[in-house]
């Protein structure tokens, strides 16, 4: 498995590609029927847990680790975060 430096990395790259796609698909928004909710900025959220979020998107076989990835990622980031934050 890969070093958590490594998994930072992976972290920022995915972060950048989130939010180049966010910010296009905002702008490509043409249906009237899309509502937005406002709920807590992303700037709140990440001074209540004194970190910036990413989505991380996992695609793969069938049985190729996706699964076993995800729960190694999810134990380093809970045991090395002092605030981990999941919805």
Not at 19 to 28: G, K, N
Not at 72 to 85: D, G, H, K, M, W
Request: glycine share 8%.
């Amino acid at each position: 498995m890969a070093p958590l430096a490594s998994w930072g990395r992976v972290a920022l790259a995915a972060a950048l590609a989130a939010s180049m796609c966010t910010e296009h698909m905002a702008a490509a928004v043409k249906s009237d029927n899309i509502k937005y909710h406002e709920g807590l900025s992303r700037e709140d959220k990440w001074k209540a847990v004194g970190h910036k979020g990413i989505t991380l998107w996992m695609t793969g076989l069938s049985g190729s680790g996706k699964s076993t990835v995800s729960v190694a990622l999810e134990q380093a980031l809970v045991t090395n975060q002092p605030r981990p934050y999941f919805v």
